[in-house]
């Protein structure tokens, strides 16, 4: 079948495989193209690695260091007459490049909060690795059906305490219009923080742990944002922020229990606003990348993914060097989009913005570019009015 795009709001419901495999070897050809990571990871178990900053970590961690990885996913499998969500078509291209490199991929498509999943997961590093020395925590889920309870915790994206009104953009309709979102109750707090805290990361530690399957010397990472203060209500301070709070809570008791077997370490990465399915849902925050990207690209220090995580195991984590961590332990990736000349240019054009002179003012042409690219569309070299089988196995 002939696949075109087709977008729907924040999500687009359709995705091509050979753009999709493109956009992976687009990231696997940055990572080689910096050369090997010294002293990088050799055994890694990422969660949440089919999309975003979790596939870059997959890919750094496979064609940086050499290393087997374990993918842990949820995505729709493709039907002969159907396309699959972008990350299966991602990590079928990913598993395909990482073999005919000689390197072990395995994945697990299904719900990485659930026991059963975890069983499965921990069951094959035990057969086929023996331990993990890196494992990546990079889930973004709407919902967690709690494994110990049964009930499923469904996460918003409130302001907490008041509501909060700013602008935001229609980043299809391309229209600039006002938002008012009235706070989260305890319940959607509490809540929240079930599906996007720390918990379940907890969880997958303490079974790796009493499995005996983290190396010494390990290494654990969950990533957050925190971003400027004109999103503060509905990122840093509302019902995510809260529950990335108590991911960093999490960090500090998995820094404990790694360090005890054996001077492992485990920390959060803030890392930079970019175009991906989780950050396209956030109310506010895609009008503010917009602006950022233009700002960082006339600056010459724009990322996407793979470029960040590339530079957080090249500078941060391996490579020699040590972790620098800000006053609250973290690390912070998201260092240039927060320099002040950065944050001063986005706050100088944010009171401008209008319907009328969005595509003048900011990135907008670039922000629906990379939103395409999620799914495999836009992409260089690929014949998309070509037919093309939407169906693809992965094992
Ligand atoms: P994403 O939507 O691209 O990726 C989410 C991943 O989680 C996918 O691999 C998806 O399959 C997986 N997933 C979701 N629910 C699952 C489940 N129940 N079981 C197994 N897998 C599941 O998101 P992203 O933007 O890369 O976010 C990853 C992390 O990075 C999040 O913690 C997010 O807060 C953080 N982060 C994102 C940004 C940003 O701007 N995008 C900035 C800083 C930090």
Redesign the pocket.
């Known amino acids: 079948m002939v696949i075109k795009p087709k977008v729907r709001g924040f999500v687009c419901v359709t995705a091509h495989p050979a753009g999709c495999a493109a956009h992976v070897q687009q990231q696997i050809d940055y990572v080689k193209a910096k050369g090997p990571v010294a002293n990088g990871p050799k055994k890694v178990l990422v969660?949440?690695?089919?999309?975003?900053?979790?596939?870059?970590s997959r890919i750094s961690a496979a064609f940086g260091s050499g290393a087997a990885t374990i993918g842990?996913?949820?995505?729709r499998p493709s039907e002969p007459d159907k396309t699959a969500?972008p990350?299966w078509y991602n990590t079928s291209a990913f598993t395909t490049a990482a073999r005919a490199a000689g390197l072990y991929a395995k994945n697990f498509n299904?719900?990485?909060?659930s026991d059963a999943?975890k069983t499965e997961v921990l069951a094959t590093i035990k057969r086929d690795l023996g331990q993990v020395d890196l494992i990546v925590?990079?889930?973004?889920?709407?919902?967690?059906t709690h494994p110990k309870t049964g009930i499923t915790h469904k996460s918003t994206l409130k302001p907490v305490g008041q509501s909060y009104s700013n602008q935001t953009v229609d980043t299809d309709k391309g229209i600039v219009s006002t938002i008012t979102i009235e706070p989260a109750n305890e319940a959607e707090i509490a809540d929240t923080a079930a599906v996007?805290g720390g918990e379940d990361w907890e969880m997958w530690i303490n079974a790796l742990d009493e499995a005996g399957l983290i190396a010494p010397g390990a290494t654990s990472v969950?990533?957050?944002?925190i971003g400027p203060s004109l999103t503060w209500p509905i990122y840093k301070n509302g019902t995510?922020g809260l529950a990335?709070n108590d991911?960093e809570r999490a960090a500090k008791a998995i820094n404990a229990t790694l360090k005890v077997n054996g001077y492992g370490r485990a920390f959060i990465s803030?890392?930079?606003?970019?175009?991906?399915?989780?950050?396209s849902a956030i109310p506010v925050?895609p009008l503010y990348?917009s602006m950022l990207y233009k700002v960082m690209k006339a600056k010459g220090r724009h990322e996407g993914?793979i470029e960040q995580i590339d530079r957080l195991f090249r500078t941060q984590m391996y490579g020699g060097h040590g972790l620098t961590f800000d006053d609250a332990g973290r690390v912070r990736i998201?260092d240039w989009e927060m320099e002040p000349d950065v944050q001063a240019a986005v706050a100088a054009l944010w009171p401008q913005v209008n319907t009328e002179n969005l595509a003048a003012l900011t990135d907008i042409a670039g922000y629906r570019e990379e939103f395409l690219k999620?799914f495999g569309f836009g992409l260089p070299g690929i014949n998309y009015d070509a037919d093309i089988d939407p169906h693809v196995l992965l094992d």
């Open positions: 969660i949440g690695s089919s999309t975003g900053y979790g596939l870059a842990v996913f949820f995505e969500t990350g299904g719900d990485a909060f999943l925590y990079s889930l973004a889920s709407p919902r967690r996007m969950a990533y957050s944002y995510i990335k991911l803030v890392n930079k606003a970019l175009v991906t399915q989780a950050s925050v990348i993914c998201d999620l």
